[in-house]
């Protein structure tokens, strides 16, 4: 067993646990275990359980991203104070208060990360499950909690005629019912719905979910250029990837999109135009507005009793003082 192996092994036994429940109870309910279809129902249940733990992390992500943008016009004023100093007293004293920024706002730049972070290692396990199906069939070996009876069931399984381990480039129409040109047809047209719906899901932020002071900051470049270079990234790597795994990213891409959609709706971010439209919708319904994920609330007034003097405060009086 390799390293790679050794780091992804207890992901992989999760990843393969889950899509062993979710067989198990399709097949329970009539479904043929041998069918494409019922691996494939099994793998956007593991989406849906992944994705659904992830969900406080996500909240955690919302927030940090929020606090990166209410401390941008800090970061602007910090940058403008030590601007031109490049000695290294000024560059430490620069990150010092960087951190202390960071701190104050409750947010770090690698926050917004977290989601996929988390997820990366239950999608490369899944690529290693459905990667190495075939060899494990082959050989009569399990993989993680899947037994070789269910490997070997997985590997013969296709669906519209192309095997779920088969992939763009390594083709893996050997089996028979299965053709070369549906594992290129189906797989084009999931590296299509994967990369697309990375693409508007990130645009549908940007378009409608930050704030004109965001849209200003050095973050919204590395923002634009993301929008480009990640549907990209995916869509070249999409040609090694298996349809299952494919299956999978599109899912959880679809999910994202879902997901983005309610809180742009439900709670966007303050100052953007998704806020704007929240308070126009609420206006119009004689809702008042209620406070934003993430928004600063400001500090009202002490009311002071009318007529009492300022800066004096009542002395306590005892009940039944003796008189002297």
Avoid at 178 to 184: A, E, N, P, R
């Amino acid at each position: 067993m390799d390293f790679l192996s050794t780091i992804l092994l207890p992901f992989t036994w999760v990843v393969s646990w889950i899509l062993w429940a979710f067989h198990a109870g399709l097949s329970w309910l009539g479904l043929d275990p041998a069918n494409g279809w019922t691996w494939t129902f099994s793998i956007i249940g593991l989406v849906l359980v992944i994705r659904a733990a992830l969900i406080p992390v996500f909240v955690k992500q919302i927030k940090a991203q929020r606090g990166m943008q209410a401390l941008q016009p800090d970061l602007r004023k910090l940058q403008q104070k030590y601007k031109g100093k490049t000695d290294q007293l000024s560059r430490q004293a620069m990150t010092q208060e960087q951190m202390a920024l960071y701190k104050k706002h409750g947010t770090n730049p690698f926050s917004a990360c977290l989601p996929m972070l988390v997820q990366m290692p239950f999608f490369f396990a899944l690529f290693r499950v459905l990667s190495t199906a075939s060899h494990a069939s082959a050989n009569n070996e399990g993989i993680g909690a899947l037994s070789p009876e269910l490997i070997r069931q997985f590997d013969a399984s296709s669906i519209l005629g192309a095997p779920l381990s088969a992939s763009l480039l390594h083709g893996g129409a050997d089996a028979p019912g299965t053709s070369q040109v549906s594992v290129v047809v189906l797989s084009i047209i999931m590296i299509l719905a994967m990369t697309a719906s990375q693409f508007i899901t990130q645009k549908q932020i940007m378009a409608k979910n930050m704030s004109a002071e965001a849209m200003q900051s050095p973050f919204m470049k590395q923002q634009q250029m993301m929008l480009y270079i990640l549907p990209l990234v995916f869509g070249i790597g999409g040609i090694n990837f298996p349809i299952g795994v494919l299956i999978y990213w599109t899912t959880t891409n679809i999910w994202t999109m879902a997901q983005q959609f309610f809180v742009i709706r439900r709670m966007p971010t303050p100052g953007s135009q998704a806020a704007r439209e929240l308070a126009d919708r609420r206006a119009k319904k004689g809702l008042p507005m209620v406070p934003l994920l993430g928004e600063r609330k400001t500090e009202e007034p002490a009311v002071e009793a009318p007529g009492e003097p300022k800066g004096q405060r009542n002395q306590p009086q005892r009940k039944n003082r003796k008189r002297k």
